[in-house]
């Protein structure tokens, strides 16, 4: 097999015609270029140089196997160098889960200017918190917190939860002065939710009417942004981020079909398992996060 630094040395003697130059090119010693040479003719059977005093000619074959080597070296010199320079900067790398809608809303425009691999792994709340238990992920984001698992929480911030609905609906101006004919008319609705555990519902069923509610919904949808999307020509009503849906609102696509003074909201944050071997990475991500 023919050493590379043969073909290396060879392709420097050819571009300076003169074994010095070549020697103080490569940084090595005259006896050495020439060594490498020989080696190479030697291994090839060719002479590649017709030598003079004052300088070298390549032959024939040396313009050939010039011609080919070329073009091939200069490519694995790229890769060494850029090889070279991820080995002199270390990058962590993580696996986070989150759902597509605070992928699309709050990352999508942050982690790309991370100087970190990142794998990003999707699903909705019940499996992605399964899935950091299992360790296929190592850090949630943007989650609601739960009890489920011994993971650690650190709060991200607070979103508010808005009641909306389809332009098509409207609630009885009747009914809506009487608390106890609205909630009858409100559990009649088509309801679009987020899982069947309704956790929004029964937030804001709990804030504004201080109850549960006893709702049967119509569809179960993994993404909020897809009910946003539903509700534009479907009718029924859901509970979802404000942030999501407020271009919808302003642009009249959907709306909120019921007046209320409270303000409710639901915290997000990232949750991880204190005994694993990431968090480092752990750490430098949520630090991006916060500067970003």
């Known amino acids: 097999m023919i050493n590379l630094e043969w073909l290396r040395t060879f392709s420097v003697i050819y571009e300076c015609n003169s074994l010095t130059e070549a020697s103080k090119k ?22 590649l140089f017709e030598r003079t005093t004052r300088k070298l000619t390549a032959t024939e074959y040396g313009k050939f196997l010039y011609s080919q080597i070329n073009n091939p070296l200069q490519e694995l010199e790229k890769v060494e160098y850029y090889s070279n ?14 759902t597509t809608d605070f992928f699309k809303k709050e990352l999508i425009h942050q982690i790309y200017s991370f100087d ?11 499996e992605l918190i399964e899935a950091l238990e299992m360790d296929k992920i190592q850090l949630l984001v943007g989650i609601k917190k739960h009890d489920i698992y011994d993971h650690q929480f650190i709060h991200i911030k607070n979103e ?8 098509t609906v409207s609630i009885p101006i ?18 679009f939710v987020y899982d069947n555990n309704q956790y929004d519902i029964k937030k804001f069923w709990d804030a504004r009417f ?22 534009k020509n479907n009718e029924g009503l859901s509970i979802v981020p404000k942030y999501l849906c407020e271009d ?7 709306k909120t079909p019921m007046k209320y003074t409270k303000t409710i909201v639901q915290k997000l944050f990232y949750s991880y398992k204190l005994k694993n071997s990431n968090l480092k990475e752990i750490k430098l991500f949520i630090e991006n996060m916060k500067c970003s």
């Open 26 to 47: 490569l940084h090595m010693t005259q006896p050495g270029v020439s060594k490498h040479l020989a080696a190479l003719e030697s291994h090839i059977g060719k002479k």
């Open 85 to 98: 320079q991820r080995a002199k900067k270390q990058r962590y790398a993580i696996t986070i889960g989150c």
């Open 116 to 126: 970190m691999y990142i794998v990003t792994h999707f699903g909705n709340e019940k």
């Open 160 to 167: 508010e939860l808005e009641l909306i609905s389809s332009n």
């Open 174 to 191: 009747e009914i809506e002065k009487n608390e106890e004919k609205l909630i009858k008319w409100l559990q009649k609705q088509s309801w």
């Open 210 to 231: 201080n109850t549960n509610p006893k709702i049967v919904p119509r569809y179960i949808l993994p993404s909020y942004l897809d009910i946003i999307e539903i509700l």
């Open 248 to 254: 919808e609102l302003n642009e009249n696509l959907i």
